[in-house]
């Protein structure tokens, strides 16, 4: 306790409504979604039984949305990558959740294992690979929902350049 302080708090501080702000429905803020991201990655239970693997072409499914976001789980089989892209005008959360993922960007490469996360702005461009030869698995969240991922014939560092040039 501070006893250089007049303020003292008598009573439960929690009955005070106007000082508790309603609990959200939905995430609104990026550390929200972080932890949307986090919460589910937990909850092994809602997404494991759905993960598929496709050697011809990376497996997707969109596993939640909700006012202005959406949540997408990735499997990737060894070799497999996204090809260097940017989400247009989404930020997002790229939370790896079994295997180990590469993420090439202008500043080198990156490697994220289980529980790591990435939070990403819109335009930022990268190229995520499944350098290994185990499966992997990440989870997405994008806000706004993905419109665009466009695809970029340049490497990270010139995407980088380009992107920050003003149009």
């Known amino acids: 306790m501070n006893q250089d302080s007049d303020l003292q708090i008598a009573g439960d501080i929690l009955a005070v409504q106007h000082l508790l702000q309603p609990a959200r429905e939905h995430p609104a803020t990026v550390a929200e ?14 997404w494991e039984h759905l ?23 990735l499997s990737w089989v060894p070799g497999q990558g996204s090809g260097l892209h940017d989400h247009g005008a989404s930020s997002g959360v790229l939370t790896v959740l079994e295997g180990e993922l590469t993420e090439h960007t202008a500043r080198g ?8 996360q990435r939070v990403f702005t819109p335009g930022y461009a990268h190229e995520v690979v499944n350098d290994t030869l185990e499966g992997a698995v ?25 992107a920050s040039v003003p149009a």
């Open 33 to 46: 979604f972080v932890g949307l991201a986090r919460s589910i990655a937990e909850d092994r239970a809602s």
């Open 51 to 73: 993960v598929q693997y496709d050697a011809t072409t990376r497996w997707y499914h969109r596993l939640r949305t909700g006012p202005g976001y959406e949540v997408w789980l």
């Open 109 to 116: 490469p990156l490697a994220h294992r289980p529980g790591s």
């Open 138 to 162: 990440s989870l997405h969240v994008y806000f706004p929902g993905l419109t665009e991922m466009p695809m970029h014939t340049c490497s990270p560092a010139e995407a980088a350049s380009v």
